[in-house]
């Protein structure tokens, strides 16, 4: 084929970029169905560990975004900080509102979008969140906005599921069976260091990251799925665009998932799963 005739051949089209907007939508759609807090509060010792790790300081400044009901809010309130809690879900912010009046602490809620955050740049000593960000749908943008709200030489500290460990296989098993969207980047790609150094790296005078464990513990198998295919929303919605043929057979991978990292040796459920717990020094 002579050059002329490689210069006629049609070339295919390049694929569109994906609507981030609606992929926003979605998501936040999927977090509001079911009851996020009933899974999140086991979740409740991540936030504290979490703190520790950034040593954050009674009288800092302190904002916990995509907080869902709360868990590293709480923790840092109970340190005595000043903390703001976000979301984009008014009903998990409603659950960490209850949990906090509970304990008596004293923590401002704010519905907000972590791509958007409504706070004028350097407004917190440390900005956090366990689980959370790494779901935004733009994720450049919203680890931007960390950096932006993040005073000049305090700390970012988050915890994000790793592409390896459980619930990062849990979300890749959901995959095959309701694919993502075309061109939405992975959010276990927040658990991983190369990710992070490049959405962080320019900004950051140190980053600190280490593999850690997550212990789910449940009844059994299936309390672990009944569990979840009714109250963490990207489960329940799998199940719920499913036949019911498709959904025996995504409980059948699911439960094959559990059956492969499960360390109880009993009929219980000890699945650790790793996370990425994270801490960024601002420069």
Request: hydrophobic share 45%.
């Amino acid at each position: 084929m002579s050059p002329t005739d490689i210069a006629a051949v049609p070339l295919a089209p390049a694929a569109a970029p994906p609507d981030l907007a609606a992929v926003k939508t979605r998501q936040q759609a999927t977090w509001s169905c079911g009851d996020y807090a009933v899974v999140g509060t086991t979740l409740q010792i991540v936030g504290e560990q979490l703190c520790e790790a950034m040593d954050v300081r009674a009288g800092q400044k302190v904002l916990d975004v995509a907080a869902g009901n709360g868990n590293a809010s709480l923790a840092a309130a109970r340190r005595w900080c000043e903390v703001v809690a976000t979301d984009y879900v008014p009903a998990l912010l409603s659950r960490a509102r209850e949990r906090a009046a509970a304990e008596r602490l004293k923590i401002e809620f704010q519905e907000a979008d972590a791509e958007a955050l409504p706070f004028a740049p350097g407004s917190f000593d440390a900005v956090m969140s366990t689980f959370g960000v790494m779901f935004t749908a733009d994720q450049d943008k919203a680890a931007a906005e960390l950096v932006r709200v993040c005073r000049a030489g305090g700390k970012i500290g988050m915890a994000n599921w790793t592409p390896e460990g459980f619930v990062g296989q849990i979300f890749k098993t959901i995959g095959k069976h309701v694919p993502p969207p075309a061109g939405v980047k992975s959010p276990a790609l927040w658990g991983t260091r190369a990710r992070i150094d490049e959405m962080f790296g320019a900004h950051a005078k140190a980053i600190q990251a280490e593999p850690r464990h997550f212990v789910f513990r449940y009844r059994s198998p299936a309390h672990w799925l009944q569990v979840f295919k009714s109250y963490y929303g990207p489960v329940l919605k799998a199940f719920s665009v499913l036949e019911p043929a498709a959904q025996a057979a995504l409980e059948s991978d699911l439960i094959a998932q559990i059956d492969r990292f499960n360390r109880s040796g009993d009929a219980g459920v000890v699945v650790p799963s790793e996370y990425l717990e994270i801490v960024i020094t601002r420069q």
